[in-house]
């Protein structure tokens, strides 16, 4: 564990209002994955894992969707072309040092991997120093049908970088969880998905019109959920709802699983968060890895 680059991480973070006094693409072109979101802190500096780039061509990005410049942070293996290709979906911190290194992680297995900064329209999540103002003023006013467009058009983007789009897989933690269950039913090209602790029911609106409980009848690719039975935020009440609608879903939703880790709390795979539990998270990353060999 290289515990100078956790310290120099935090040292990035502080204080979060010096973000307020640069120009923000400028701060994501240079800082996008790098060190950890200001509201997520304190860190666990003893399980926090930082993977290798060697070998791997990885880094910042500039997708552009209909004009608009989004930011994304790529990981795949140096040489290899048509590598098959995940999405990966942040929690609500966006797209920091923990999510790149989970491109590492997948990189380092075969895959193209592509986490997208979803949340920029609406502001800088990593320059938000307090949980709740984050949600409020940043969170909820991401629409479902913009992250959806967004995810499309990262897909077509991979298909010009050496990807290989007909294998698309698709994985996220907490708000990217969510965003996994929905964008399984969204896109037909979409082979397999894998959600982490992802909200499945909740109020309706008009940014958020459907949960994924709503969508199993037209999930095109089966979804593997991993769940913490501790998770003070997502009851097994949900759970079990979201698995009867699996039942009586698509073909694809039937497919789906959902496997729950009786003692973990939420986010137990953040392994930079004192939530983090290693050998659930292990054996979840596991069993995401098998879930993902069928697109292989």
Known sequence: MNHSHIRDAV??????????????????????????????????????????????LCGEAMVNVNGFQMPVYRSMPIGKTHCPVVLVVSEIFGVHEYIADVTRRLAHQGYMAIAPELML?????????EMGKLIAE???????????GDLDACV?????????????????????GRITWLYAAHNPSVKAGVA???????????????????????????????????????????????????AAGSEAARRSLIH???????????????????????????????????MK
């Open 11 to 56: 040292a990035l973070l502080a204080p979060a209002q010096t973000f307020e006094h640069h120009d923000r693409r400028t701060w994501l072109k240079t800082a996008l994955g790098v060190g950890y979101a200001a509201a997520c802190l304190p860190l666990s500096a003893q399980t926090a894992v930082r993977t290798s780039s060697e070998g791997l």
């Open 121 to 129: 329209r609406q502001g800088d999540p990593g320059s938000y120093a």
């Open 138 to 148: 940043v969170v909820s006013k991401v629409p479902d049908e913009q992250v959806m």
């Open 156 to 176: 077509a983007w991979a298909a010009t970088q050496g990807g290989d789009v007909s294998r698309l897989g698709i994985t996220g933690f907490c708000w990217g």
């Open 196 to 246: 982490w602790y992802g909200r499945l029911t909740g109020p309706v609106s008009a940014i958020n019109p459907r949960h994924a409980v709503d969508l199993a009848g037209q999930f095109k690719a089966p979804v593997l959920g991993l769940y913490g039975g501790a998770d003070t935020g997502i009851s097994m009440e949900s759970v079990e709802k979201m698995r009867a609608a699996l």
């Open 260 to 294: 729950v880790y009786a003692n973990a709390p939420h986010a137990f795979h953040a392994d930079y968060r004192p939530s983090y539990r290693e050998a659930e998270a292990k054996d979840g990353w596991q069993r995401m890895l098998q879930w993902f060999d069928t």
